[in-house]
């Protein structure tokens, strides 16, 4: 893959004044996406109000590549009554396509963007906007369908480079729980917005393991099963009745 980056391999200005600071300092910074200089004299009381509104609001992702499930996952844990921030790519896939030349529609939805980078600037954008939008909400638990590193993991695939903006909007805004939702090929199904072949698929989530693992988290694997024994597990690991 074109980019091959963890977070002890970063360069030092990609990795800022971070490695100075001492546990549990740094955790908390990068938790609650703080500028590096949060404490320097005079700066804290600016954030305190930010700080107490996100204590106690738990952020959960759940990722996979296209096909597995894991939007029905997020729409019924939607209809349970838990706070889902829903995906955007398709919409902004669909939008690409008919200013593009929709007789080429093949797998990379960036073929048919005029700036293939700033596509991925929107979308890490838009994702981003979510996860802001949560320390916000009246939930103490939001759930992500598809979280800000997934955009990393898909210009891994792609083979397209990012730099330093990307990297940081992964690092400075923590997910508290990722779940990931295999492949599978029974349920597989292809539209005008879900342009991957299954093995296609497959490389994905290798991409999406990868990214999650190298930015520290530990992806949660979702068994194959129907939907609202998914979406039990779900809520059981997270020890949420």
């Not at 638990?141 to 083979?159: H, K, N, Q, W």
Request: charged content about 20%.
């Amino acid at each position: 893959m074109a980019n091959s980056w963890s977070p002890t391999t970063a360069p030092l200005a990609s990795r800022k004044i971070l490695p100075s600071l001492s546990y549990p300092y740094r955790n908390f910074i990068q938790i609650y996406g703080l500028p590096f200089n949060f404490f320097s004299l005079g700066r804290f009381h600016y954030f305190v109000p930010s700080i107490l509104r996100s204590l106690g609001k738990n952020k959960v992702v759940i990722t996979g590549a296209p096909g597995t499930g894991k939007t029905s996952i997020v729409n019924g844990l939607e209809q349970r009554g838990f706070h889902c921030f829903h995906e955007i790519i398709r919409d902004m896939t669909s939008k690409a396509k008919q200013e593009g030349q929709s007789e080429h529609h093949i797998s990379n939805p960036l073929v048919f963007v005029d700036d293939a980078l700033q596509f991925n600037k929107d979308l890490l954008e838009g994702r981003t906007s979510h996860y802001r939008q949560s320390k916000h909400i009246n939930a103490p638990i939001s759930f992500f369908d598809r979280g800000i590193p997934d955009v990393l993991a898909y210009m891994d695939f792609f083979d397209q480079a990012y730099d330093d903006y990307f990297i940081s909007h992964a690092e400075n805004h923590r997910y508290d729980s990722v779940f990931i939702v295999p492949p599978w090929k029974e349920i597989y199904v292809s539209d005008n917005e879900r342009l991957e072949t299954f093995e296609e698929a497959e490389n994905i989530h290798h991409s999406l393991l990868k990214i999650y693992t190298q930015f520290g988290y530990n992806p949660i694997e979702v068994p194959k099963d129907d939907v609202l024994n998914r979406i039990d597990f779900i809520l059981e690991t997270l020890k949420i009745t």
